[in-house]
């Protein structure tokens, strides 16, 4: 899979944007969102796409699945400093499609910043291994049960 075959979304993917985030966030994040207790936002976060694909100055970037042409293998929002959101497919972990979707976003951001909950292990690390680094602020998640997240920033010079 070329990694570097990223389109702008339509609204037409509001969908499978949801479906990725869905499929990415229930396999990383029950140890934060348990499912029984918190089912995954659908309605909601299928709404938060339909108003950033809407959005001027978001860019939505995706990549379409060579594997399975009924979905996404990962996509990537931002706007000009913030990285709104970032996810690959669980069948694509390990494929270094998070890595091109970040190079790809950060390259068309001006000092860029993110905001990232602050137990998700594996994307901290992930951050912090491509150079972003904690600022020291935090606030709450906007879903229940509300955990923190952090706010990250990737040093240029």
Known sequence: MDPH???????EDAQ???DVERAA???ALG???PPGMYPFPSDEVRAKWEAALAEP???VLVLDDDVDSSRLACFVAHDERLL???????SHWGSGLARAAMDAAVAEMDD???????DNDQAVGFYEHLGWRRTGRTQASEYAPFPDVVEMVLPRG
């Open 31 to 33: 140890h934060i969102f």
């Open 57 to 59: 100055g978001v860019r």
């Open 112 to 118: 860029p910043r993110l905001w990232c909950l602050s």
């Open 5 to 11: 075959r990223f389109r702008q979304a339509t609204p």
């Open 25 to 27: 966030g229930v396999a």
């Open 16 to 18: 499978a944007l949801l």
């Open 84 to 90: 709104r959101h970032l996810a690959v497919h669980p």
